[in-house]
Nanobody, 118 residues
Framework: VQLQASGGGLVQAGGSLRLSCAAS????????MGWFRQSPGKEREFVAA????????GYLDSVKGRFTISRDNAKNTVYLQMNSLKPEDTAIYYC????????????WGQGTQVTVSS
């Protein structure tokens, strides 16, 4: 499966952005999806994940209540709605796919930059 992330940009603290990740090449609904991020000098960290059906989600503690992951299997797209953004959310955001809940995320998109100004 190939993944293409988009929707990043520059936003002021307290603002919102919605990231999208379009998938192609395989049956999208076969995959669990996730979002990760990486800031300069830091390791990549998990942000959110969603099951193939959308019935199960998980979040990094620091984004709970502010970010929402969702998916539209008819559009082969996963989303990350980010509200109440903080400067510490600044990072390159990557979408990823895995073939089952217990598998590692093996497929990665190219990343989209999110910059939150204070």
């Amino acid at each position: 499966v190939q993944l293409q992330a988009s929707g990043g940009g520059l936003v002021q603290a307290g603002g919102s952005l919605r990231l999208s990740c379009a998938a192609s090449g395989r049956t999208f609904s076969d995959y669990g999806m996730g979002w990760f991020r990486q800031s300069p000098g830091k390791e990549r960290e998990f942000v959110a994940a969603i099951s193939w059906s959308g019935g199960s989600t998980g979040y990094l503690d620091s984004v709970k209540g502010r970010f929402t992951i969702s998916r539209d299997n008819a559009k082969n797209t996963v989303y990350l709605q980010m509200n109440s953004l903080k400067p510490e959310d600044t990072a390159i955001y990557y979408c990823a796919a895995r073939e089952r809940a217990s598998a590692p995320f093996a497929y990665w998109g190219q990343g989209t930059q999110v910059t939150v100004s204070s």
